[in-house]
């Protein structure tokens, strides 16, 4: 190819190669009216469909579909999405799902992605994208209010708790000061109810060499606040670096919320980096039996909560806030040539790119945004307190039916046991839950508490309701029904 005539001639057929990627506006509208009508399908399906589908078997059709160089048909796309996709393993837009920490799905939430997807506007950096970049601080800052953070605060949404996690880890790290050398002398405080993304995060912060100090719970598995000052003295006097504690308000195992008061003013008194991780419960100070339960939250020198947790979202969005915003950016922020024509003249750094180990990143701000501004408030603080009394409600009656109860729930993870007339419960109750996957209208999943295994409800998704929890308890009084028979016999 010599002359510029031929390379004309080329790139226009290339451009009519690649026209398909540019559907016309008509097109648009029926791509976007066949997808639309394929998610109501998928909602007017939820309502009677199983929570769990145990048999994975049509997943493996996805894995025989690779890309050709041919074009598709979006109607048998559609159909192999719902097979193989919507249609296998756990339900996570059901109501029934109360297993795990449950997410959640917002319909407002995919609008907000799509329209985030279609402008593509690049979140990263303020100059390219100022109006998303002040959107995703504005969602930043009202969190940061929520939790009663100063307004020096920032923050970053990210992907997911670990990764908000993770972001936190590398802040104390860089705030402290810490160096190789410092790592095996330098201790973090936590309980055996820590989520295990928080030792991850250590580990891939080059933090794994750290000595983990597991502190004493009470019987609510939250941490001993004299067991906490009694191993910081002690460590120090041993010639240890007391540096992190790591708080949960609300565990993922049984909702477990440490005395985050009391923690914090240890942990100041002791200068120590104080992290909460709210993943889960960090939302429930939205309403007045979440806030009460929550005091102290503000305390803590960064915080982790999940929108796509505790305000129902679709998953993909978690939220890092740290109370001096200043050390966020000396951890995260870096400078490069070609990028010059984007630095700001601003005095303090408040772009993601700035904030996170991101630069190129998904606009998600719209996706929280969108649902907020569109319904307000109210609806997701009714919601919360909703979740909060139908666990208060399932936990009286899971008692009353028979089923030994833990302790009762300060968040919404009830924990309970069949303990069976003959036989070992924790062969009884695993096989409970067995029963219960299998029959698939309802999912929950079990723990071990005290070595002995316990069922567990997690109350968070949006969609559950009265009648799930009427319909879990009617489950497993069938199941155990059942179990106690066939053991009988
Ligand atoms: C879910 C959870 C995490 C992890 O968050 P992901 O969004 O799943 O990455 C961390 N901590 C707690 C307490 C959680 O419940």
């Known amino acids: 190819m010599d002359s510029t005539d031929d390379i004309i001639g080329r790139v226009r057929d290339l451009q009519r190669a690649a026209s398909p990627l540019e559907p016309d506006a008509p097109s648009r509208q029926a791509l976007f009216e066949a997808v639309g009508a394929h998610a109501e399908d998928f909602l007017k399906r939820l309502e009677t469909a199983r929570a769990f589908e145990c048999d994975p078997g049509p997943a493996a059709e996805m894995a025989r579909r690779r890309p050709a160089e041919g074009p598709g048909a979006l109607d048998e796309l559609l159909r192999l999405f719902r097979v193989s996709v919507e249609d296998t393993g756990v339900k996570a837009a059901s109501g029934g799902h109360v297993a795990y920490i449950p997410g959640g799905g917002l319909y407002t939430a995919a609008l907000g992605d799509f329209l985030a997807a279609v402008t593509n506007e690049y979140a990263g950096v303020r100059f390219a994208g100022p109006g998303a970049v002040e959107m995703e601080n504005l969602l930043l800052r009202w969190m940061a209010d929520l939790v009663g953070y100063p307004a020096g605060a920032q923050g970053n949404l990210a992907s997911g708790g ?45 933090l794994g060499e750290c000595v983990l100090h597991r502190v004493p719970t009470d019987t609510c598995q939250r941490m001993a606040p004299a067991a906490l000052q009694e191993a910081i003295t002690r460590d120090r006097s041993s010639g240890l670096r007391p540096w992190l504690v790591l708080a949960a308000a609300g565990s993922t195992d049984v909702g477990a919320i440490d005395p985050l008061e009391q923690i914090g003013k240890i942990a100041a008194a002791e200068r120590l980096w104080f992290h909460i991780d709210a993943a889960y419960g960090g939302f429930f100070v939205l309403c007045p039996q979440g806030r009460e339960r929550l005091r102290g939250l503000e305390l803590s020198d960064s915080l982790v909560m999940d929108p796509h947790k505790s305000l129902f979202l679709p998953y993909g969005l978690g939220a ?38 991101e630069l190129s990143k998904h606009f998600r701000g719209p996706r929280l945004w969108l649902p907020l501004l569109l319904h307000g408030l109210a609806p997701f603080r009714a919601c919360l307190e909703e979740k909060l009394l139908l666990t208060r409600y399932f936990h009286e009656r899971v008692r009353v039916l028979g089923f030994e109860v833990g302790p009762e729930p300060e968040l919404t993870v009830s924990t309970y046991r069949w303990v069976p007339k003959h036989g070992d419960p924790d062969a009884f109750n695993a096989a409970l839950v067995r029963a219960i996957h299998r029959d698939g209208r309802v999912f929950v999943s079990s723990t071990r508490i005290g070595g002995h295994i316990f069922l567990r409800l997690a109350v968070l998704h949006f969609r559950t309701h009265l009648e799930t929890i009427d319909l879990t308890l009617q489950v497993l009084a069938e199941k155990v029904a059942q179990l106690e028979s066939a053991g009988a016999n």
Do not use: F, W
Not at 329 to 357: F, G, I, T, W
């Open 162 to 206: 670990s990764i908000s996690n993770l972001i936190a880890m590398v802040t104390a790290r860089e705030a402290h000061g810490l160096r190789c050398a410092d790592v095996p002398k330098a201790v973090v405080y936590l309980t055996g109810q820590a989520h295990h993304s928080l030792e991850k995060a250590l580990r891939i912060a080059g």
């Open 320 to 357: 890092v806030l740290i109370r001096d915003g200043a050390t966020l950016a000396r951890a995260h922020q870096y400078r490069a040539d070609y990028m010059q024509d984007a630095v700001a003249d601003s005095p303090a750094p408040d772009s993601p790119a700035d904030l996170s180990p």
